[in-house]
C-alpha cells in the first residue's frame, strides 16, 4: 500500500453527538466528516463496527460480517419513512457525556422494531431494495440472522447453552427454526439492511470529501458469534462445540499472568485446506465498508499464544505457528494490493516485522510509549515513513492523562525531548507527531480536545465502563477546525 502524506482522528461513531444516547450515522456523522475535510486532513479511523456483544466491546461482536444497529439514525429512519413523526416525540434524558448502554440498547431496539413494523405493513414502502441486499449478502446474512433469532428466543444467552440439535445445527432443527422464527430473522435481515444503507451513503459521502476511512478488523472473533456458530470446522472445538485452546498473550512487564481473551483460536490447516476462502470473504467485505483495514494483533499471524481452554490465567500457555506468509498470498491473489495497517505493538519478535516487511504492510508507531530511554523505537526520529503515528490509541489512555500519570523521568524526557513545557502536553505530542517523517498521522479526538482520563475509551482487561465516551457538539468549533488546519499546513499533510 503507497501512503501518502496525511493526518486523520480516531473516533468511533457511538462517540459522536446526539440526543439518542449513542452516536449514529446521521447528520454528526456528515458534520464529522465536514470537520475533517475542513481541517485539511483525510482520515477518518474507527473501531470495528460489529454488532457488540460481551461488555459492549466492539472486538467481541455477534458476527464479523454484519454492522451495529445500534449505530442506525433515527432521523434518517424518520426521513427514509421507515420511522412515523409520534416514533420520535418522547422526551429523552440519556446522558451527552457518555453511552449508558444499559437503557440505549433496548430503546434502541424497540424504535427499530416499530421501524420493521411499519416496513412490513406499509404497502407504499418499496421491498425490491431489501431483497437486492439479502441476496447479495446471502453468503453470512442467512446465518447471522437466524443466529440472532435463536439467541433472541433463547434469551440473549450464548450458544453453548442451546439445545444439542441446534448447537450441532442438525438439518430438521435448523429448516424448522427457518419456520418457526421467519418473522425474527426478517427483523434481524432488516436492522442490517438499515445499518448498510446508512454506512454506504456516509462511506459515499466522505469519498466525495475525499476523506479515507480507515477500519479495524480483530484477528479473532468471539466465541459466542455466527461465525463460530455456522463454520465449526475452522476452530479448535470439541464434540460439544465447545473451546479446547483460546487465545492470550502471555504474561509480560504489564501483567504477571498475562491476558486470557478467551476467543477461540483458528484451525489454520482448515483454512489452508480451502484457500483462506473465509479470510478472503472477511477482508473483503471490510474493505467494502472502508478504504483502509487495520488488522489487530499482526503477531498473531506469525505465532499465537495457545492457553487450554480450562485455564484461569494465560500463564500455562505456549506459542503455535500461524499462517505467516500463506494467508497473504491468499489474500493478495483474491484482492490486490492490500490495504492493511498492521497493528505491530506488544512483544514483537523478528519474524513478525519480516513478515509486514514482505508485503510492504505500515506498522503502527505509539508516541506515549517513545520516552523511556533515548533508543526507544517509539521516538519519532526513528520512524521510518512507511509507518502510521498515533499519541495514542483507544486502549491507552489520553495524552494528558498518560503525562499526568507519567513517571518523573518520563515526562523530563518528554519535556526536553519536545523543547516544551508541558502545559500543552496533548498538543506538544500532536505537533511532534504531525512533523515526524511518518506518512500518516492520527490522533484519538480526547487528545485534540486535550482532555483527562476521564475520556479514556477503554481500559483493557477491565470488565464494563468501557466504549462508552462521547463528544459534545459544541466541542467541534471552528477555534479547534482552525488549529487542526494550522498544523496541517505547517506539516505539509495536507493531501492534494
Not at 55 to 68: C, E, H, L, M, V
Not at 304 to 322: F, I, N
Not at 421 to 426: K, Q, R
Not at 466 to 483: G, I
Request: charged content about 25%; some cysteine; proline content about 5%.
Amino acid at each position: 500500500m503507497e501512503l501518502k502524506r496525511q493526518s486523520g482522528i480516531l473516533l468511533h461513531p457511538s462517540s459522536l453527538p446526539s440526543r439518542y444516547g449513542i452516536g449514529d450515522l446521521g447528520k454528526s456523522a456528515y458534520d464529522f466528516v465536514d470537520f475533517l475535510h475542513d481541517a485539511g486532513s483525510n482520515l477518518w479511523q474507527t473501531l470495528p463496527l460489529g454488532p457488540t456483544g460481551y461488555g459492549d466491546s466492539p472486538y467481541q461482536s455477534f458476527s464479523t460480517f454484519a454492522g451495529n444497529p445500534y449505530l442506525i439514525s433515527p432521523d434518517l429512519l424518520l426521513e427514509e419513512g421507515f420511522l412515523h413523526p409520534n416514533d420520535l416525540k418522547e422526551e429523552l434524558d440519556f446522558s451527552d457525556d457518555y453511552v449508558d448502554y444499559g437503557r440505549v440498547i433496548g430503546w434502541k431496539l424497540n424504535l427499530l422494531e416499530r421501524a420493521f413494523i411499519r416496513f412490513t405493513r406499509d404497502p407504499e414502502i418499496d421491498s425490491r431494495d431489501l431483497d437486492i441486499f439479502r441476496e447479495k449478502n446471502s453468503e453470512w446474512l442467512e446465518d447471522y440472522a437466524l443466529f440472532m433469532a435463536l439467541k433472541e428466543a433463547n434469551g440473549g444467552g450464548s450458544w453453548v447453552g442451546w439445545d444439542e440439535n441446534l448447537r450441532n445445527r442438525e438439518k430438521q432443527i435448523i429448516s424448522q427454526a427457518k419456520t418457526t422464527l421467519k418473522t425474527a430473522i426478517d427483523r434481524f435481515v432488516f436492522y442490517q439492511f438499515l445499518f448498510f444503507r446508512q454506512w454506504d451513503a456516509l462511506h459515499a459521502y466522505a469519498k466525495s470529501k475525499n476523506i479515507q476511512i480507515i477500519g479495524d478488523i480483530p484477528i479473532f472473533v468471539s466465541y459466542d458469534s455466527s461465525d463460530v456458530w455456522a463454520n465449526p470446522e475452522l476452530f479448535f472445538l470439541d464434540e460439544q462445540k465447545l473451546p479446547t485452546v483460546v487465545a492470550g498473550v502471555p504474561p509480560d512487564y504489564f501483567s504477571e499472568t498475562g491476558q486470557l481473551w478467551g476467543n477461540p483460536l483458528y484451525k489454520w490447516e482448515n483454512h489452508k485446506a480451502e484457500n483462506y476462502a473465509w479470510w478472503v470473504k472477511r477482508m473483503r467485505a471490510i474493505l467494502n465498508m472502508v478504504d483502509i483495514v487495520r488488522l489487530d494483533h499482526f503477531r498473531g499471524f506469525a505465532a499465537y499464544w495457545e492457553v487450554p481452554a480450562e485455564e484461569l490465567t494465560a500463564e500455562k500457555g505456549r506459542w503455535m505457528p500461524g499462517p505467516e506468509a500463506d494467508l497473504f498470498d491468499a489474500l493478495k491473489a483474491e484482492l490486490g494490493d492490500l490495504a492493511i495497517i498492521a497493528e505491530d505493538l506488544g512483544e514483537i519478535t523478528p519474524d513478525v516485522f519480516e513478515l509486514r516487511d514482505q508485503f510492504n504492510l505500515p506498522g503502527m508507531k505509539i508516541l506515549q510509549f517513545a520516552f523511556s530511554d533515548d533508543n526507544n523505537p517509539f521516538l519519532p526520529h526513528h520512524y521510518p515513513e512507511n509507518c502510521v503515528a498515533y499519541t495514542g490509541t483507544h486502549d491507552n489512555d489520553t495524552a494528558r492523562g498518560w503525562y499526568d500519570s507519567a513517571s518523573e523521568h518520563e515526562k523530563d524526557f518528554a519535556r526536553r525531548y519536545m523543547s516544551v513545557d508541558g502545559s500543552d502536553i496533548a498538543w506538544d505530542l500532536i505537533r511532534t507527531l504531525w512533523h515526524s517523517r511518518a506518512a500518516l498521522a492520527l490522533a484519538p479526538l480526547q487528545d485534540l480536545l486535550s482532555l483527562g482520563t476521564e475520556a479514556r475509551m477503554n481500559y483493557p482487561g477491565r470488565l464494563g465502563g468501557n466504549w462508552n465516551w462521547r463528544v459534545k457538539k459544541e466541542s467541534l468549533n471552528n477555534e479547534l477546525n482552525e488549529k487542526l488546519r494550522d498544523i496541517n499546513e505547517r506539516a505539509n499533510r495536507i493531501a492534494s
